[in-house]
């Protein structure tokens, strides 16, 4: 029992020690020598639980799937959504199974339909909360929730992408926040966002009239900081 438990645990660092030195070196320059160093192991305790690079990566990426909801259940489903994506976009900035598992998917190290399952996985609970939120009158009954739940999920990887490309501007969980200001009017049903606390902002680009408010279709949102 004891060993088994010791076991257990090596494995554990060396998933977690995977994921730094795939978030900080991505998949070509990752090495399994600094994996193991990293966890504190030799090459031949990590070959025992993982036969190659390949394999940890994979783990890595089985992780994040595997992890589930970062925030809620929610009785709103059309809340959840929001939190969770805003919880999403605060773990791509510190928490390195995240980190690894968006720039694993991101770079071609890896084939490409093992890259694809957490790409399916998130948009498909995307989906569900978007149907599930329909089903409580929060979403527009012709809203490809499919579709919103693929843009949502693709303004991780872009928010991320232009965190790296400009490290002096906004964070990640800021971006994440435009984007749904000005996706979620489109997809909401009217009244929704008044219920959740997310008013309509004014109206912006050419020709909008300074001191103007919009309709729930047009405008930005406003969203309440406290818990997001």
């Given at each position: 029992?004891?060993?088994?438990?010791?076991?257990?645990?090596?494995?554990?660092?060396?998933?977690?020690?995977?994921?730094?030195?795939?978030a900080?070196?991505?998949?070509?320059?990752?090495?399994?020598?600094?994996?193991?160093?990293?966890?504190?192991?030799?090459?031949?305790?990590?070959?025992?639980?993982?036969?190659?690079?390949?394999?940890?990566?994979?783990?890595?990426?089985?992780?994040?799937?595997?992890?589930?909801?970062?925030?809620?259940?929610?009785?709103?489903?059309?809340?959840?959504?929001?939190?969770?994506?805003?919880?999403?976009?605060?773990?791509?900035?510190?928490?390195?199974?995240?980190?690894?598992?968006?720039?694993?998917?991101?770079?071609?190290?890896?084939?490409?339909?093992?890259?694809?399952?957490?790409?399916?996985a998130?948009?498909?609970?995307?989906?569900?909360?978007?149907?599930?939120?329909?089903?409580?009158?929060?979403?527009?009954?012709?809203?490809?929730?499919?579709?919103?739940?693929?843009?949502?999920?693709?303004?991780?990887?872009?928010?991320?992408?232009?965190?790296?490309l400009?490290?002096?501007?906004?964070?990640?969980?800021?971006?994440?926040?435009?984007?749904?200001?000005?996706?979620?009017?489109?997809?909401?049903a009217?009244?929704?966002?008044?219920?959740?606390?997310?008013?309509?902002?004014?109206?912006?680009?050419?020709?909008?009239?300074?001191?103007?408010?919009?309709?729930?279709?047009?405008?930005a949102?406003?969203?309440?900081?406290?818990?997001?």
């Amino acid at each position: 029992m004891v060993q088994q438990e010791r076991a257990v645990r090596t494995r554990r660092s060396i998933l977690a020690a995977g994921a730094q030195e795939f978030a900080e070196r991505g998949y070509e320059a990752a090495t399994c020598a600094g994996i193991a160093e990293r966890a504190g192991v030799t090459r031949g305790a990590l070959y025992f639980h993982f036969p190659s690079k390949r394999d940890v990566a994979a783990a890595v990426l089985q992780e994040w799937i595997d992890r589930g909801p970062v925030a809620g259940p929610f009785p709103c489903k059309l809340e959840e959504l929001t939190r969770r994506a805003l919880a999403t976009a605060r773990l791509l900035e510190d928490d390195a199974v995240v980190r690894a598992g968006f720039r694993l998917c991101l770079e071609q190290g890896l084939e490409t339909a093992e890259r694809k399952r957490p790409y399916l996985a998130w948009t498909g609970r995307y989906a569900e909360l978007l149907e599930a939120a329909r089903a409580q009158g929060d979403v527009r009954a012709e809203t490809a929730t499919d579709e919103i739940a693929e843009l949502i999920v693709g303004c991780f990887a872009g928010a991320r992408l232009v965190s790296q490309l400009v490290p002096e501007g906004d964070d990640v969980e800021h971006r994440v926040r435009s984007v749904l200001r000005h996706l979620l009017p489109h997809a909401a049903a009217p009244g929704a966002l008044d219920r959740l606390g997310l008013t309509p902002g004014p109206p912006t680009g050419p020709g909008a009239t300074p001191g103007a408010t919009s309709g729930v279709t047009s405008g930005a949102l406003h969203f309440p900081t406290a818990g997001m």
